[in-house]
C-alpha cells in the first residue's frame, strides 16, 4: 500500500511539472522554496528538502523520508526611470525626445515550485522537482502622446521584455560516509525569450510607432547540478554546487503589426542563442548549538559568456534588415549571501537573511531589455512543524540605490535605438527600483 502510494505520488508529480508554466522577475531567482529563499539561499551547506536537488543535490541525503514540497514565489517588481531623453537627433524638432520620467508596468509575477524526494536504498536518495533557474518579464508603457511620440520615449527600445527558463530537475544523491555526501541531477528545460517594441522612424510616418515583435523559444535543453557536502564536526557543514550552462537555440518569428502599405517581409523566421551561464555556489554552515545556525554562501556566475548576440532572419525583414546584433558584454558577478536560523520551539523556526547582488551589465550596453542595477535584498521567514505536515513562510524586499544606476549617453545598444532620427542620438536617463516577494511552500512527510 505504502509503495502503491508513492509510485502514484511520482506519476502525478511528473504530470504537473511537465504542465508548470512560470515566470521569474530578474536575470536569476528569487528563490526556490520559502525556506530557501528565507535563508538568501545561502544554504549549499545546509539544504534539507526537495530543492536542494538546485542549492546542492548532496542535501537530498539529509531527509530519511518521503517529502512532498509544494508552493509558489510571489514578486512585484517597481523600477522607475528619470528624465529619459534622447539629443542630437536631425528628425526630429530641436533634436530632442523627452525628458520623461517612467514607472515599469509589469504584473505581479506568480512562480510556482514543486519537488520531492525520498530515500531509495542504503546511503541513496533520489528527488525530482519543477522550477524557474532564470527569468526575466518587464513591462513599460507603450502609448503614444499627442506629439505623435511614445509617452515613453523608452517603449522603441522595449516595452516588454522577457526570458524565462522552465526546468524539471531529477536527481540521485549518495551519503558516503558521516561526514560526506555527494548529488546529482539533470535538468530538462524549455526556454522562451522575446522583446516588444515600437519602430522610431520619423521620417516615414507608415512606420513610425508601428509595434514590433519577436517571440523565440527552444523546447527542449538541458543542463546539469552536482554537489558535494562535508560536514566534518557536528557543529559545521560545508556545500560545494556547480551549476552547468545551458546551450539554447532560440527559434520563432519577428513581425511588424498595423502598416497599412506594402512592405515586404513583415513577418519573418527569426533565431539566435542566449545560453544561461554555469554557476558554482560555496558556503559554510555554524551550529553552536541544536537551535541555532549561520550560513555564508557566495555564488560565482559566468556571465561573461554572454558577449553578444544576434537575431539572425531567414528572409531581410521589411526587405531591408538581415539581422540584428546586440552587443552585450557582460560580468562575471560574485553574489554574497547570508542566512541566519532560530528553532525557537520544536513548532517554530524563525529564518532571516541578506543579498548583495552586483550588476553583470556595464553600462555602455545596458538598455531596456535587460535593466539591471546592484541590489540588496533582505528576507525575514517563519517555519510551522505540525508533525508529518510543515508550511514554510517568507516576506522579501529587494532595492536598489537611488540614481544607482546612470546614464549619460555611454549606452550604444540605447542609442542605436533612435538611429532612424539621424544626427548622433544620445540617450540619458537616472533609474532606481525596488521588489517585493513572498513565498509559501507547503511540505508533506510520509
Same mark, same amino acid.
Given at each position: ?292 545556525? !549561520? ?30 546584433? !546586440? ?120
Amino acid at each position: 500500500m505504502r509503495k502503491h502510494l508513492l509510485s502514484s505520488i511520482v506519476a502525478v508529480f511528473l504530470v504537473a511539472a511537465l504542465a508548470v508554466s512560470a515566470w521569474a522577475g530578474n536575470v536569476d531567482t528569487y528563490g526556490i522554496g520559502a525556506k530557501n529563499t528565507a535563508m538568501g539561499g545561502a544554504v549549499s551547506a545546509y539544504a534539507d528538502d526537495p530543492f536542494a536537488i538546485y542549492y546542492n543535490p548532496a542535501g537530498l541525503t539529509l531527509n530519511t523520508r518521503p517529502m512532498l514540497s509544494v508552493g509558489a514565489n510571489v514578486i512585484k517588481p517597481v523600477l522607475r526611470v528619470d528624465d529619459y531623453r534622447v539629443t542630437g537627433m536631425a528628425a526630429v524638432p530641436d533634436g530632442v525626445v523627452g525628458p520623461t520620467d517612467m514607472y515599469d508596468e509589469s504584473r505581479m509575477l506568480v512562480v510556482p515550485h514543486l519537488g520531492f524526494t525520498m530515500p531509495i536504498g542504503k546511503g541513496f536518495s533520489a528527488g525530482i522537482a519543477a522550477y524557474v533557474p532564470f527569468g526575466l518579464d518587464i513591462q513599460w508603457d507603450k502609448d503614444i502622446a499627442p506629439s505623435g511620440f511614445a509617452k515613453n520615449p523608452g517603449a522603441y527600445n522595449s516595452y516588454r521584455s522577457f526570458y524565462i527558463r522552465e526546468v524539471v530537475t531529477p536527481s540521485v544523491a549518495y551519503k558516503i560516509n558521516d561526514y560526506v555526501s555527494i548529488g546529482a541531477g539533470i535538468s530538462i528545460g524549455k526556454t522562451e525569450s522575446g522583446v516588444e517594441r515600437l519602430l522610431f522612424h520619423p521620417t516615414n510616418p507608415f512606420l513610425q510607432n508601428k509595434k514590433i515583435e519577436t517571440d523565440m523559444d527552444d523546447d527542449l535543453n538541458w543542463s546539469f547540478n552536482v554537489g558535494v557536502m562535508f560536514t566534518p564536526i557536528k557543529s559545521l557543514a560545508i556545500g560545494l554546487t556547480y551549476r552547468g550552462k545551458t546551450d539554447t537555440e532560440l527559434e520563432g518569428t519577428t513581425e511588424i503589426k498595423g502598416v497599412t502599405i506594402p512592405v515586404p517581409n513583415q513577418k519573418v523566421h527569426a533565431k539566435t542563442e542566449i545560453d544561461s551561464p554555469e554557476q558554482i555556489q560555496a558556503g559554510i554552515r555554524y551550529m553552536p548549538n541544536d537551535k541555532l545556525s !549561520f550560513e555564508a554562501d557566495v555564488v560565482w556566475t559566468h556571465w561573461s559568456s554572454i558577449d553578444s548576440y544576434t537575431v539572425e532572419f531567414d528572409r531581410p525583414f521589411l526587405g531591408a534588415i538581415g539581422y540584428e546584433y !546586440f552587443e552585450r558584454n557582460w560580468d562575471n558577478t560574485y553574489q554574497f549571501r547570508i542566512g541566519a536560523e532560530w528553532k525557537v520551539i520544536p513548532m517554530l523556526t524563525l529564518r532571516g537573511s541578506y543579498i548583495y547582488d552586483p550588476t553583470p551589465i556595464p553600462e555602455d550596453t545596458v538598455d531596456l531589455q535587460w535593466p539591471d542595477a546592484d541590489k540588496h535584498t533582505f528576507a525575514l521567514g517563519t517555519g510551522l512543524n505540525f508533525g508529518n505536515v510543515s508550511i514554510d513562510a517568507t516576506v522579501q524586499y529587494t532595492y536598489i540605490e537611488s540614481n544607482q544606476l546612470e546614464i549619460k549617453g555611454e549606452s550604444e545598444n540605447l542609442n542605436h535605438t533612435y538611429a532612424n532620427g539621424g544626427g548622433s542620438p544620445r540617450v540619458s536617463l537616472e533609474a532606481d527600483g525596488h521588489l517585493w516577494g513572498g513565498a509559501l511552500t507547503v511540505n508533506y512527510k510520509f
